[in-house]
């Protein structure tokens, strides 16, 4: 499978300025796979070690840190001779040693010949509650994402599709309408399988549903053990109710998160800590309303509104028990549901994307469910689940702030009209 962080590695790899690299996500968004399908095909060979399956590692890294003691012993333990610009060395679950990370900082200084990448899953979470010593400057940082639907179509065979779709977002011209179907069945595809590798490949194999269900209970069992393991006690149980409570509240019309819906009374100061954990582990993520459409947007956001999205949409759905047909058919029965479904697609291929995204909302309650920064210009996205794009409250936004246009997301096809973008959802990625 075809993963974008690919191309993204090997530019760090030829860079004058190469310095050791910490890949950071949530759990089974494909580090590791990455890591090493690019390792085999760029390098002469891979040393590989795993902090997790391998706890002996840990003492090597507690005389001495320094490269010129490491090397010799890490050949040894890997059964294979570490060779400069050769090699690539990969430290797998490094958030639980944390000499083996202040190492990257020496690896730096003293010998940068050596390609190194570290991977973790809840490296947000340890340096963040533990006494780490994090090599501030002294190594590159990327995060990875669940697969976003170009990679999905990518994957499903769909290399042709996804060159169309591109074309037709850049001119603005109709997809032909047996294709923008074909698409658009793709994109509730991606809703149901979401973008966890092991689940595009069983999806992209068997077309199972049952058995990528199965998987995805799975990875939602291990979050849920993650969040016993890498808690502080009487934090487990608040960070549990809040990770369950994100997609009843993705069902409510207003999708703005409310304390008061974990539980009767909760304030802020009691599950703070627990969204902070749950969004430095990767698993959700914070959009924060914008009280000014001013660049910076980050100065003007609203610290005390705010909406959380989960990473991967099969996870929630899954997390909502919703039957595979359900979503394929967009039956009536989840009406409620649709519209945040949507908005929390949209937002997993915007930050995929790289992108910081917002929303805002009018003293009278007009909304905009995406505020993003392209190209230099503040732009509004609308997202609507069907093909009804009526918007009230984008009419009202662009009279007041007059963007150089509006993106409108919904299941309508390609167009350009009267100052906005029309963009089908299966396009959200050409963003």
Known sequence: ???????????????????????????????????????????????????????????????????????PILSHIAGQTIVRDKTLIVFDEVQLCERALTSLKYFCEDAPEYHIIAAGSLLGVAVNRHTFSFPVGKVDMMTLCPMDMEEFMLACGETALVEQIKHCFDTDTPLPSVLHDAAMQLYRQYLVVGGMPECVMQFAETKDYILIRHTQDTILAGYLNDMSKYNSLNEIKKTRLTYDNITVQLSKKNTRFQYKLIKKGARASEFENAIEWLCLSGIVSQVYKVEQIKKPLENFRDIDAFKIYVSDLGLLCAKKNLAANDILYMVDDINDFKGGMAENYVNVQLSINGYKTFYWMSERGAEIDFIIQREGQIIPIEVKSADNTKAKSLKLYMENYKPAYAIKLSAKNFGFEDGKKTVPLYAAFCI
């Open 1 to 71: 499978m075809y993963r974008k962080i690919t191309h993204f590695l090997e530019v760090w790899k030829v860079s004058e300025h190469r310095k050791p690299l910490i890949l950071q996500g949530a759990r089974q968004v494909g580090k590791t796979w990455s890591i090493l399908e690019f390792g085999r095909s760029h390098y002469e060979n891979v040393a590989y070690f795993n902090f997790e399956t391998n706890p002996r590692l840990n003492k090597t890294f507690e005389e001495n840190i320094s490269p010129d003691y490491l090397i």
